[in-house]
């Protein structure tokens, strides 16, 4: 029998994480699918292929003609599309699917969390709780948040460049993870005084979240979307013996 083919729905660490592990056992090969939103995605054992399937139809027709025997879908935990895409598609073709969705962070009494909805919730709110803010919520959301910029100091950090920031705006490009001294000195050096970020869980993200907490300042946080239904695990390490268990 030929080794069994698994996609990996990617753009995480954990994505990466679970392609390495099946690279190191045989009877497995692996497809790892990235959006391809960063310019240089990091190395990834198996295949790599990225770029839209083009919607539910598309990944429909991809999962046909290639017949995995699972689709692991280890998107981020704030990726709208692509969960409920795979769920229909794999249950349409009667393909196996696992979501494989990290932990939310625990939060610490010293802790000052604002949990928000969403973005939009976050710009209503956001002027009354600091006068300079860190946003790290990425590209999804710079416009929402640009709306606030004559109204208090923006500190925007993404991966990617942004264009077209209006006068004022800091923007600071740079790629997870970070470590706590990194994002504590970021935080002094602006005089950030409240945090935005997407409840994205993870240690890779975490630093911010223990950096505003010995700061004791505000986080915004934005509620993570809803998952379809179906099993999960919550690290890579738990995705391998449901794996191992399918006929
Ligand atoms: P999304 O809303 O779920 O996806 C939007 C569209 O991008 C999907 O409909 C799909 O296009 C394509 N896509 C998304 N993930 C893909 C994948 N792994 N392989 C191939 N196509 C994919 O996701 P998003 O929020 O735009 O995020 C895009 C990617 O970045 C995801 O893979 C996610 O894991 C990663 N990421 C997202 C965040 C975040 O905060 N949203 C943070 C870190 C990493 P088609 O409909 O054409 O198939």
């Given amino acids: 029998m030929g080794a069994r083919l698994v996609l990996i729905l990617g753009g995480t660490a954990e994505a990466t994480e679970l392609a390495r592990a099946l690279a190191d056992r045989p009877g497995w090969r692996t497809v790892t699918s990235l959006a391809g939103r960063t310019s240089t995605p990091g190395k990834v054992a198996g295949e790599l292929r990225q770029g839209g399937f083009g919607g539910i139809a598309g990944l429909t027709a991809w999962l046909a003609a290639e017949r995995p025997a699972a689709v692991v879908d280890a998107t981020h935990p704030f990726a709208r599309q692509m969960p409920s895409h795979a769920a229909e598609a794999c249950a349409a073709l009667g393909i196996p699917r696992l979501r494989l969705l990290r932990p939310s962070w625990r939060r610490d009494a010293e802790d000052r969390w604002v949990e928000v909805a969403d973005a939009t919730e976050a710009v209503r709110i956001l002027p009354s709780f600091g006068k300079t803010a860190l946003l790290t919520t990425g590209h999804e959301a710079v416009q929402l ?13 993404s991966i990617e460049p942004i264009p077209d ?3 004022g705006v800091v923007h600071v490009q740079a790629r997870p993870p970070f470590t706590l001294e990194a994002e504590s000195a970021l935080l002094a050096r602006y005089g950030v005084d409240v945090l935005v970020s997407k409840a994205s869980g993870g240690a890779a993200g975490h630093a911010k979240i223990l950096a505003a907490r010995a700061r004791g300042i505000p986080v915004v946080l934005l509620a993570r979307p809803p998952q379809p239904d179906g099993p999960t695990a919550t690290d ?7 794996l191992c268990g399918l006929a």
């Fill in 145 to 157: 948040f640009l709306q606030l910029h004559q109204r208090m100091r923006l500190v925007l950090r």
């Fill in 165 to 167: 920031l209006p006068l």
């Fill in 236 to 242: 890579p390490s738990g995705a391998l013996p449901w």
